[in-house]
C-alpha cells in the first residue's frame, strides 16, 4: 500500500478515537519515535567509504608504541602467577 494511502488511513482511524487515554498513548509513542530519530542523529555520523589505518592513526593522534616503556611496566608489576592462571581469572 502507498504510504499516502497508509497515513490518511491511520488519520482516518485516529480521527474516529473515542478514548483520551488511546490517544494519549499514541502521542506518547510519535514523541518517543520523534526524539530516537533526533537522538540518532546526533550520535551517528555517516559512514566512510574507506578506512585507511593512516587515517585513524592520524585522527587518533597515535604515536606508536614504546616497548622500552611496556617493558619497564611488566619488570614493575613483578607477576608472578602463570599466564594459565591468569586468563583463567579474566
Known sequence: MDLEIRKYHLIQ??????KEALLAKLEEILAGA??????????????????????????QSWTGFDME????LVKD???QE???????DI
Open 34 to 59: 520523534q526524539n530516537r530519530d533526533e537522538v540518532l542523529k546526533t550520535v551517528t555520523r555517516p559512514m566512510r567509504k574507506e578506512t585507511r589505518v593512516e587515517d585513524l592513526m592520524r585522527e
Open 13 to 18: 482511524q485516529i480521527t474516529r478515537l473515542e
Open 69 to 72: 616503556k611496556f617493558d619497564q
Open 77 to 79: 608489576l613483578d607477576i
Open 82 to 88: 602463570p599466564l594459565e592462571d591468569l586468563l583463567k
